[in-house]
């Protein structure tokens, strides 16, 4: 089962993060990002925090499970999704462990159809 969009919509309007925030859907399923940094993601309309000891550390339980088969267990934060002040602690605690993302690599511009011809 693929996450809704009203699901990852709540999860915005919860965390009151405003543009810093974001999401990109990948595989049926949305990354959530934090200034750019993967912080989270949604599966099965279930939010799951990268798992960072700056995380652990704020949260009162943690229950830990793969977002998808064969992924590596991240924190469950279904039942804090009601906590605004909570949740927005433990994005920006995860995004501030966090390395910053690697610079992508610019793109080689591309030959026209007449140079190719040529």
């Given at each position: 089962m693929s996450t809704d969009t009203?699901?990852?919509e709540y999860v915005h309007e919860q965390a009151g993060?405003?543009?810093?925030l974001t999401s990109k859907k990948m595989f049926g399923e949305y990354g959530i990002y934090f200034d750019g940094k993967i912080v989270a993601?949604?599966?099965d309309n279930s939010?799951?925090?990268?798992?960072?000891?700056?995380?652990?550390a704020l949260l009162p339980n943690v229950t830990e499970a793969q977002p998808w088969p064969e992924a590596k267990a991240w924190f469950v934060l279904d039942e804090?999704?009601?906590?605004t002040e909570l949740l927005q602690r433990?994005?920006?605690?995860?995004?501030?462990?966090l390395p910053a993302?690697?610079?992508k690599p610019a793109k080689k511009p591309r030959k026209s159809?007449?140079?190719k011809k040529q």
């Open positions: 009203d699901f990852i993060l405003g543009g810093s993601v949604a599966a939010l799951f925090l990268k798992p960072t000891d700056a995380g652990r804090f999704l009601d906590d433990l994005i920006r605690a995860t995004a501030d462990a993302p690697k610079p159809a007449k140079a």
